[in-house]
């Protein structure tokens, strides 16, 4: 099972490849030896992307690059192993500034840990152009590495739960700035005002891969200016604005939330190729059952529709709807409105629709969603589909970046657009769901990183039944069992991940990720549930079991791939 290595001689030109691993059925980690190697291949695959290619990850010395089916995937391995890796990258830079007010609260301990002191650190921080390498761990959060290694410092043994926005910090070799509040281990030496994260900007991002940057000491109000790099004139980037309304397309109110259940969200099918900004693709979990209410409804399966988890939810419709509610099995019970003049004189009995087949709400109506019998999320499909404001091309949620609409509360109006001329509703059709009564079986690809674990742990993590905890989300699955055990010490460089990696942290109880999952992480994966499965996970309550499988069929590992999975 150990992956496939490229051996390169001294008379390959392309010697900067070293190797290739599979990342699931539909993805692949490039091995590179430097990091300039890695920009190389980024800048590549980004100024000339390939068939089906959907996301390019870099990190220090690897590349995630997925695409929408094994057979794109096959082919962007091909393409990968022709080119030539020792080019250098050729991307457009800007020059950022960023004004700092150097009092942060680790600022002491950077300068016992470097021997420097205070002064001589925010001198060594200020005196050096930092490079941005790549993105990762949140929307907005640079990888910078800089000329010299006289500010290298270990990440603090206890992480914060919660590291202000604006904390510009230090980990390892690198310096980034944090662009929103969020958990973080690294060494914090000071604070900064500037916009790191900025829907209402044409680029999002203050600082992207390839971007140079200059930190500036200022006593306060620290602020951000940006100018192009002399040696690229033509490349420009837009400075902190005023945030503008998001693209909305035309909808009316169409239903009122009067009880927003345990999580309700607004999904679609996500927003895939924003991963070298540190956005994950979000999304519905359960693809395939918000296809089908959308399906019902007679919407293009990527429409936005509702999301909900354990039940709970009631709606009002405030004008005449057509839903379609699937996933979880559910009880549902339509009622006239309590305080709706028109609906009881439309109607006066109370209704069970079915589930997998669409039914009316009419303008009063009231939709309660009762407790799941079997799975745990429900879709809810609108005839037109949810509007409102769309983010990177998506109106999902994602819960973990911010990015997208507020979880729905008691209060929260719906807009719905207009059902598209010719559109039907579909016929009833079956949601499939995981046996509760068994271990549910998800088929996986081992690796990329299955080489920091033994043989025999290989075979016990397939072996095992392991079964979900409470604590589990839109984020990952984590999961309970006799834990795992590492061969190899240390800890890995963050490289990117993708949505159904199973990541084994030190404790040693698997973590398998779903739609909201960080971008990148620093925990070794030990296998890739196939696409084809990741419905069933996103199905799975508490207290549910799981039992993982080696897939075995061409279908589910790209054929130029194998020989990694032997």
């Known amino acids: 099972m150990a992956a496939m290595q490229l051996q390169r001689t001294g008379t390959d030109p392309h010697a900067e490849l070293t190797g290739i691993r599979p990342a699931g059925d539909r993805a692949i980690l490039v091995e590179l030896p430097s990091l300039e190697a890695v920009l190389s291949l980024q800048a590549q695959l980004t100024a000339h992307p390939q068939p089906g290619q959907i ?5 220090a010395t690897t590349v995630l690059i997925t695409a929408d089916s094994p057979e794109a995937v096959q082919a962007v391995a091909a393409h990968v192993r022709s080119l030539d890796l020792e080019a250098p990258a050729d991307t457009e830079s800007a020059l950022v500034t960023i004004d700092v007010v150097y009092d942060g609260e680790d600022l002491d301990e950077v300068a016992s840990l470097t021997g420097l002191g205070r002064e001589a650190v925010v001198a060594a921080h200020t005196g050096q152009l930092w490079t941005a390498a790549f993105a990762g761990f949140a929307p907005g959060f640079a990888y910078l590495t800089g000329e010299n290694a006289s500010l290298e410092v270990p990440r603090r043994r206890s992480p914060r739960t919660a590291v202000p926005a604006g904390a510009v910090a230090l980990g390892g070799a ?3 700035v944090y662009p929103r509040q969020s958990p973080g281990g690294w060494q914090l030496i000071g604070r900064t005002e500037a ?14 891969p390839g971007d140079t940057v200059r930190f500036q000491a200022v006593r306060a109000h620290a602020v951000v200016t940006e100018q192009c790099v002399p040696e690229q004139p033509g490349a ?5 604005v005023a945030s503008e309304p998001a693209v909305t397309d035309r909808a009316t109110p169409g239903l009122a939330v009067r009880k927003p259940g345990l999580q309700a969200t607004v999904q679609d099918l996500g927003r895939p190729g924003f991963a070298s900004l540190g956005v994950s693709s979000a999304g519905a979990m359960d693809r395939g059952a918000l296809r089908r209410a959308n399906r019902l409804v007679g919407n293009a399966e990527g429409a936005a529709g509702i999301e909900l988890l354990f039940g709970g939810l009631e709606l009002e419709a405030l004008t005449d709807q057509v839903l379609a509610v699937t996933g979880a099995a559910v009880p549902l019970e ?8 028109e609906a009881s004189q439309r109607t006066t009995t109370v209704r069970h629709p079915a589930c997998d087949a669409p039914f009316a709400l009419l303008a009063g109506e009231r939709l309660t969603v009762g407790n799941p019998s079997a799975g745990l999320r429900s879709y809810i499909g609108i005839r037109g589909g949810i509007g409102g404001p769309v983010a990177l091309g998506s109106r999902s949620t994602d819960t973990m970046s911010g990015i997208g609409p507020k979880p729905l509360e008691a209060g929260t109006i719906l807009s719905v657009q207009a059902a598209k001329p010719g559109s039907i509703v579909g016929h009833p059709e079956i949601s499939p769901l995981p046996d509760q009564g068994a271990a549910t079986v998800l088929r996986v690809v081992p690796g990329p990183r299955q080489d920091w674990f033994s043989a025999e742990t290989l075979q016990d993590f397939l072996a095992r039944e392991w079964t979900v905890t409470p ?15 590492r061969s190899r010490d240390g800890e890995l460089a963050s490289e990117g991940t993708v949505r159904g990696a199973v990541q084994v ?25 196939v696409h084809a499965d990741l419905d069933k996970a996103a199905q799975l309550p508490p207290g549910s079991t799981v039992r993982f499988a080696a897939a075995a069929s061409s279908a589910e590992l790209p054929e130029t791939l194998k020989e990694s999975h032997a």
């Not at 604590?471 to 055990?485: E, K």
């Open 334 to 341: 339509v009622t006239p409105g309590s305080d709706s003049r």
């Open 195 to 208: 916009a790191m994260w900025d829907l209402g900007r044409d680029n999002p991002a203050l600082v992207r």
């Open 471 to 485: 604590q589990s989300n839109r984020i990952g699955l984590r999961l309970n069992g006799q834990p795992l055990t």
């Open 236 to 240: 420009e980037k837009s400075g902190p």
């Open 55 to 59: 996301d390019v990850i870099a990190a």
């Open 174 to 176: 690198y310096s980034a």
């Open 505 to 529: 942290p030190p404790e040693g109880q698997p973590v398998l990720f779903l739609s909201d999952h960080p971008v990148t992480g620093g925990y070794p994966v030990i296998a890739v549930v």
